[in-house]
């Protein structure tokens, strides 16, 4: 569905985001700031590094906040078969998958 908070050229592509740190999820960003539903898996053992990194106040980091906007996030354990099959079911209903893991 698109709304006035997604509208734009890329509304209604999905993207399905498996990356961490800055070059993937930068792009799933900007992916989402065109209007795309861009889902985020992340590890169950504390997510993205990216949370933590360089933390203020509130204990999240402002590069979270910076690259997490204009995204839904998930937790899935890509160590298990279930989490993989999992991760198989968003993949094939995405149009766009990232990925920027080692």
Known sequence: MTTAANAGPLAGYRVIELGQLLAGPFAGCMLGYFGAEVIKIESPNGGDPIRNWREVRD????????????????????????????????????????ENFR
């Open 59 to 98: 204990g999240t980091s402002l590069w979270w906040h910076s690259l997490a906007r204009n995204k839904k996030s998930v937790t899935i354990d890509l160590k298990t078969q279930a989490g993989i099959d999992l991760v198989k079911q968003l993949i094939d209903g995405a149009d766009i998958v990232i």
